[in-house]
């Protein structure tokens, strides 16, 4: 079967979801407002003059040293480190290389989908497909994947992101964002999957559907995805022995994604204080290992009081360019870390104490 038709039935079977549940654009976009009271805040904590330059563009000056943000991106790090850290294979490779654990996985493209069936077959147990290069967000992942049907469709999604495909061995345990600058810890954060929870009425369909009008009303103040019907969650049902159309009892939580980018906007937790030491250190290696200057290192683990070896865990992912909202939006704001002010202060140069107003109330921690 051609790539055309593989995405032609993928569309198909998705049709009627986009009409029930409206599209992605249906969001408000708060990202500039939310970035830029970020570093407005982090800048008033530490003397810093802020001028917003429009166009989602904000310049930060102490002396003569400035800086500049669009959002999320900074002048930290180098081109190559970046597009080094989207290339999902050589990130495998060079952990490996630096003894740090990561999935079982093969790169692949659609003309090479026997060797991905020959993998899936060989593994023995659910595996995942993403786009290999260039990606992030969770855009274009497939979780749970145990048939050559499921590997066919997964890959033809992913194959709208990018022409190199990775699947990979599906690992238990749960999902953490550890972030680093320069190679020193900063925070870490439990990432748990998305849920909805049954009220003994409604289908899971209905039950999403709701939980996407609540977060588009929460997307005035927050930074928050809509909860996509594709075949990642039609895949997580159907582990829990569940489908669009089924009711879950009152009370019963039903896990509707494998990719923790889809959590609701505040549902992570910060845990710095209860990551093992070890663990820490082996996230401090895989950004190391890569190379960049600040890295949101991508654990899944069973059991983060220990190191991955001992607990069985896996990097899946660096990223050079981590989303920083997740350590502000989460379920216990006054654990908060406020990360962007080490950040913003690396950038300027700003030794320890000239920092003013440490104490500052973040208004971004646990805005409703």
Same mark, same amino acid.
């Given at each position: ?31 500039? %407002?939310? #970035?830029? !009271? ?7 904590? *530490?003397?810093?003059? @802020? &001028?917003d $330059? ?18 999320q991106?900074m002048?930290?790090g ?12 050589l ?38 497909i ?14 749970g ?27 238990? %345990?749960? #999902?953490? !964002? ?5 190679g020193?810890? *900063?925070?870490?954060? @439990? &990432?748990? $999957? ?118 069985? %865990?896996?990097v ?8 920083l ?15 962007a ?28």
């Amino acid at each position: 079967m051609t790539r055309v038709l593989w995405v032609r039935r993928l569309l198909k079977a998705n049709q009627l979801v986009h009409k029930a549940f409206g599209h992605k654009s249906a969001f408000r976009s708060p990202y500039f %407002g939310w #970035h830029a !009271r970020m570093w407005r805040e982090a800048a008033s904590a *530490l003397g810093v003059e @802020y &001028r917003d $330059l429009g166009y989602g563009f904000s310049e930060l000056t102490h002396g003569d040293q400035r800086t500049r943000f669009f959002e999320q991106l900074m002048m930290l790090g180098d081109p190559v480190t970046l597009k080094l850290a989207g290339n999902k294979p050589l990130v495998h490779r060079l952990l490996r290389n630096a003894g740090i654990p990561v999935p079982a996985s093969l790169e692949f493209t659609l003309g090479e989908i026997a060797a991905a069936r020959q993998f899936l077959g060989a593994e023995q147990s659910p595996c995942v497909i993403k786009p290999a290069r260039e990606t992030g967000g969770g855009n274009g992942v497939t979780t749970g994947v145990r048939t050559h049907r499921s590997l066919t469709f997964a890959a033809a999604y992913a194959s709208l992101y990018s022409d190199h495909l990775l699947i990979e061995r599906q690992i238990p %345990g749960d #999902h953490y !964002r550890l972030l680093y600058l320069d190679g020193k810890f *900063l925070d870490g954060v @439990y &990432r748990p $999957l998305p849920t909805v929870t049954g009220d003994g009425r409604s289908s899971v369909a209905q039950l999403i559907a709701a939980e996407n009008l609540r977060r588009l009303a929460a997307s005035e103040n927050h930074i928050v995805k809509p909860l996509p019907v594709g075949l990642d969650c039609r895949a997580t049902l159907q582990a829990q022995g569940f489908c669009l159309r089924s009711i879950p009892d009152n009370g019963q939580r039903v896990v509707v994604e494998s990719v923790s980018n889809q959590a609701a906007e505040t549902a992570g937790e910060s845990v710095r204080h209860r990551l093992a030491d070890e663990l820490i250190k082996d996230g401090s290696k895989a950004a190391c290992a890569v190379g960049a200057r600040l890295a949101g290192v991508d654990i899944i683990t069973p059991d983060p009081t220990v190191g991955l070896v001992a607990g069985g %865990g896996v990097v899946i992912e660096v990223n050079a360019t981590p989303g920083l909202f997740y350590h502000y939006q989460v379920c216990n704001p006054d654990q908060a870390a406020l990360v962007a002010e080490p950040i913003l202060r690396a950038l300027l140069g700003l030794a320890e104490d000239s920092v003013h107003g440490n104490e500052l109330e973040f208004s971004l921690v646990g805005t409703a």
